[in-house]
């Protein structure tokens, strides 16, 4: 089966540096995913790393190491419409490559 | 128009009814998903389906069932609800390469 492990809190001033981790256990990886939701929203897409290293879209990077089955998601100059729950996903459980989610990380900007 | 839409967005029905979630889809995608979002627990996956001859079961399926009447719908039903439904739902679709998906607006449910 699958599982991923996150943080259910973290709290940010704006302007911080915030990261949220991600490990995770699956029978067959393809890649890890991070999403965003606001509250009485949808997920919505924020990044998705297949090979190790560091992925950079704007404000937000995201991490993936494959050895450690772990990858993190960097939020940089933290805004208050950033205040959100974060999910990372895997794309995995063998031929059937399904998306998986953990619990979410909920993200508090205070001012 | 968005390109995954649910209906009905909010649902209040009694224990023991028989109700259906629809889900259609102008993506042209041919993956599709019913997640169920509770407080403190992420999006469980309940059924998903790769194409219209292909319907899988999730992490927690008990209670509920699916139907994929074309690419561009997929519907969940819980033919008989319960209280412990009472959920946020949501659809999602995905292309064959599953690196993003694209959620719909979901749906409350609440059974009493």
């Known amino acids: 089966g699958q599982s991923l492990e996150q943080p259910s809190e973290v709290t940010a001033v704006e302007g911080a540096i915030v990261q949220i981790n991600c490990t995770y256990q699956?029978?067959?990886?393809?890649?890890l995913s991070w999403y965003q939701q606001h509250d009485g929203g949808a997920p919505t897409f924020l990044s998705y790393?297949?090979?190790?290293g560091l992925e950079e879209t704007g404000r937000f990077s995201s991490f993936l190491s494959r050895s450690d089955s772990y990858g993190y998601l960097l939020l940089q100059e933290l805004q208050m419409k950033d205040s959100a729950s974060y999910f990372c996903?895997?794309?995995?459980?063998?031929?059937?490559?399904?998306?998986?989610f953990g619990a979410g990380t909920r993200l508090a900007v205070h001012p | 128009d968005a390109d995954v839409t649910q209906t009905p967005r909010n649902r209040i029905t009694k224990t023991g009814k028989r109700i259906m979630l629809e889900c259609s889809q102008t993506k042209g995608h041919d993956r599709m998903y019913w997640y169920r979002q509770d407080p403190g627990l992420g999006l469980r996956l309940i059924y998903y389906?790769?194409?219209?001859?292909?319907?899988n079961k999730g992490e927690i399926s008990d209670g509920y069932s699916v139907s994929r009447q074309a690419q561009a719908k997929f519907s969940l039903s819980l033919e008989s609800a319960i209280p412990n439904q009472t959920a946020l739902y949501f659809c999602?679709?995905?292309?064959?390469?599953?690196?993003?998906?694209?959620f719909g607006q979901g749906t409350r449910l609440t059974v009493v």
């Open positions: 999602a679709t995905s292309d064959i390469m599953n690196t993003e998906a694209f």
């Open positions: 389906s790769f194409d219209v001859k292909d319907i």
């Open positions: 790393n297949a090979l190790d």
């Open positions: 996903a895997v794309r995995g459980g063998g031929g059937y490559n399904k998306l998986i």
């Open positions: 699956t029978s067959g990886f393809y890649g």
